[in-house]
């Protein structure tokens, strides 16, 4: 599986970006999808999932402001990410592997390169 994510830039507090992931390569349908974050001397994050199901979950610090999608060929996954503050600066990851390995400490195989986003006060 390879992962290439698009849609970082730098924006305004309040303001918007939707990051993409295209997706190549076989996607199980035991996968769990999802989008990542790191910060510079800060812990990985996991911002969005979507499970085998279909059943999304975001932490607490970003629900209500990100929304997770994707298409129906499970080949593109998206981040709407609204109402953006300086702390969501980070490198975006998206992400997919096995739901009992994506949820590990070492976290999922497949990673695409990250994009950018930087939000400025």
């Known amino acids: 599986v390879q992962l290439q994510e698009s849609g970082g830039g730098s924006v305004q507090s309040g303001g918007s970006l939707r990051l993409s992931c295209a997706a190549s390569?076989?996607?199980?349908?035991?996968?769990?999808m999802g989008w990542f974050r790191q910060a510079p001397g800060k812990a990985r994050e996991r911002v969005a999932t979507?499970?085998?199901?279909?059943?999304?979950t975001y932490p607490e610090s970003v629900k209500g402001r990100f929304t997770i999608s994707r298409d129906n060929s499970k080949k593109t996954l998206f981040l709407q990410m609204n109402s953006l503050k300086p702390e969501d600066t980070a490198v975006y990851y998206c992400?997919?592997?096995?739901?009992?390995?994506?949820?590990?400490?070492?976290?999922?195989?497949?990673r695409g390169q990250g994009t950018q986003v930087t939000v400025s006060s």
């Open positions: 390569g076989y996607i199980d349908s035991s996968y769990c």
């Open positions: 992400a997919a592997d096995f739901c009992l390995r994506y949820y590990t400490n070492n976290g999922p195989n497949f």
């Open positions: 979507i499970d085998s199901d279909g059943d999304i």
